[in-house]
């Protein structure tokens, strides 16, 4: 059930207007049971997985409050994090590892034959596992009080505007909208439209629009042209920022229509000036997640290591940070998905991170403008191979902008690289006024004649050039 689909048109005000006249305790109940009825739209019987998950950390977080033994402690916490990391591991990850073994001893002249799952990804695994796994580690640190309601929890767990594709909510900010009454305003129902709004329109108009232009050149097995290759490489840039950051825009939307303040994901990430700033601005709720629970303890295990006592703070701190840097950006990046091409999306940011940590008195320096076009093609870079098919698709690609990058008239390069700048034109218009203002919300506060010319004209956009096809969100995948 997508976003943009005939049938959520149906869904969400069915269950709006329910919320609206029912008591908290019954909004509560009514909405989990929509958000189950919304996941298992997808495929009914991954709901035994969400529930698994919910099981287990609603347990563990128990079992965690109610000893007293650090022991103990330790021990719910980790059953926790093996069996929501082994959930994500065999339904994401086995059938690839298994075939990379296949491959292996295949080179040492062995024949195995693997067992493969050959089941579809079950969709917002990666999300809805590292939000209830990010609850209990709060449970352990302390920063949370377990959740005594099942059903409660079960909401957070599974609250359907963010379940799919994030934002991924912490226990810290969620819960607490959950278990407390919730005001609906004015104010806060007509951004939450506006943000709704926004979002259908990067998806319809210039994502799926821009996947047209994206998808015949990454198809394509080669031989590659550079030309071809560079405006497809932006092309997708602003595709995938469009596409997930529409989606988290519905999701904040629906979010705030019902009363709920839903983190911001996306703050204009390509305004970035610098790759550590990109990372700051992208994707927030999974970059602050992987830099609390990955980087920072892997950082201070390090730093702490006797091995390295003897050196000097500023040595052990530049190890540290270089290899908790590099396995946390690995990480992330392999988080995206079962390929190789994803744990090197992940090492080439970590190496951007560092070289920009080790430059940065000069480099911040330079004109603002030029940080910000340098940071945006370095993000590029990352995002040839995020969509390659394989790193050798990504090395060809990646040579052919210096080996074959030819303006063919034949190939009509001209024209598709202004059908680039047609679908983002006003992307960039309305980020720049954003930017400048740091404010998500400034088309809300012009004047009403332009804000009445404004949603006219991308609203007509949206309905007469929108593409409203069942292409699902690119994250879904993940």
Not at 318 to 323: E, L, P, R, T, Y
Not at 411 to 439: N, P, R
Request: hydrophobic share 50%.
């Amino acid at each position: 059930m997508l976003f943009h689909s005939f049938q959520f048109a149906i869904f969400f005000p069915i269950v709006y207007v329910a919320y609206l006249v029912l008591s908290h305790k019954l909004q509560n109940r009514m909405l989990l049971v929509a958000s189950y009825v919304f996941y298992g739209s997808w495929d009914w019987r991954y709901l035994s997985l969400i529930l698994l998950s919910t099981v287990v950390d609603f347990l563990c977080s128990h079992g965690i409050e109610t000893t007293q033994r650090a022991k103990r402690k330790k021990i719910f916490v980790t059953i926790s994090i093996i069996a929501n990391l082994s959930i994500l591991g065999v339904f994401k990850y086995y059938d690839f590892f298994a075939v990379n073994f296949q491959d292996l001893m295949g080179n040492f002249g062995l024949t195995v034959h693997p067992y493969f799952l050959n089941i579809a990804l079950p969709v917002g695994i990666s999300f809805y596992t590292f939000q209830t796994m990010s609850y209990t580690i709060d449970v352990y640190r302390g920063k949370i009080r377990a959740a005594q309601n099942f059903l409660d929890f079960a909401l957070y767990v599974s609250f359907f505007p963010q379940l799919i594709a994030g934002p991924i909510e912490r226990g810290t900010r969620l819960l607490p909208q959950i278990l407390q009454p919730r005001q609906i305003t004015l104010e806060h129902t007509f951004r939450g439209l506006y943000l709704f709004f926004w979002g259908l329109f990067l998806k319809v108009f210039i994502a799926d629009n821009l996947a047209k232009i994206v998808d015949p050149v990454f198809a394509s097995s080669g031989p590659y042209d550079g030309g071809s290759v560079l405006l497809a490489v932006y092309a997708f840039a602003l595709q995938i920022y469009c596409d997930f950051a529409g989606y988290s825009f519905m999701a904040i939307g629906l979010g705030l229509v019902m009363g709920f303040y839903l983190m911001e994901n996306f703050r204009r990430p390509y305004f970035a000036k610098n790759i550590s700033d990109f990372w700051r601005r992208w994707h927030i709720s999974l970059s602050s997640w992987f830099r609390d629970y990955v980087f920072s303890p892997f950082y201070m295990y390090i730093s702490n290591n006797k091995r390295l006592k003897g050196l000097s703070y500023k040595t052990r701190h530049g190890i540290a940070f270089f290899i908790a840097l590099l396995v946390a950006e690995y990480l992330l990046g392999f988080w995206h998905g079962a390929g190789w091409n994803f744990g090197f999306f992940g090492v080439y940011h970590a190496l951007m991170i560092w070289a920009y940590y080790l430059i940065r008195n000069k480099w911040d320096k330079i004109n603002l403008f030029v940080q910000i076009f340098l940071t945006f093609n370095l993000a590029c870079g990352g995002w040839l191979i995020f969509r390659a098919s394989s790193m050798e698709q990504a090395g060809d690609m990646f040579l052919s902008l210096f080996q074959n990058f030819q303006l063919d008239p034949q190939l009509d390069l001209a024209a598709t690289a202004l059908k680039i700048v047609l679908f983002s034109a006003v992307l960039i218009f309305v980020q720049v006024f954003q930017d400048l203002k740091d404010d998500t919300f400034i088309v809300l506060k012009w004047p009403l004649p332009v804000r009445f010319a404004f949603f006219a004209f991308v609203g007509t956009l949206t309905v007469v050039f929108g593409d409203f096809g069942d292409r699902p969100f690119i994250y879904f995948q993940f």
